[in-house]
């Protein structure tokens, strides 16, 4: 293109050369970043696990909800969600002990606050295992993940990459 246009005689075929010699070696350089960087995010993905969530309490018409997960080895059991949901449930229902009182306390839906940092639920009250409730919302979601929620009853995906800041995981419903 550049013969064609006369750019030889203007700037000269080694200043072209070397412009041509500088983007391939760009080009090159981009492709290795982005595959050392594709290679760390691989090896990372298991400390990063997907997980199973499941909305407890919330405002419909806000479309927020308080929800509950795990990062844990139970963070891919349905089973164990329900039972600590139902649980959960229960306290809401009938807060007479203080493990009850305290779970309660966290599903109140009139401290909802989206994109609040995460809280664990007491050991006591979770089997032993780390089950975290946050804020969750579903503004500006897409209607295949309305219609799947239904479907799940109330369950979906979330990414813990830090179990504390958890997100809702938008690409598996796309």
Known sequence: MAIFSNLTET?????????????????????VISTATKKKLMSQTTVAPTCV?????????????????????????????????EKILIAISNPQSAANKEVANFFRPDFLKPNEFAKTLPLTFTEQVKVWCKQVSFVGTSTALKQNLIDEQDKFAMVAIVPENARLLLDYYN
């Open 11 to 31: 700037i000269g075929m080694p200043t072209i050369i070397a412009l041509s010699v500088v983007s391939i070696v760009c080009f090159v350089l981009v492709k």
């Open 53 to 85: 969530a499941k909305k407890i309490v919330g405002n419909d018409n806000a479309l927020t909800y308080i929800c509950i997960y795990t990062a844990e080895e139970h963070r891919h059991d349905e089973a164990f969600i329900e039972r600590i949901a």
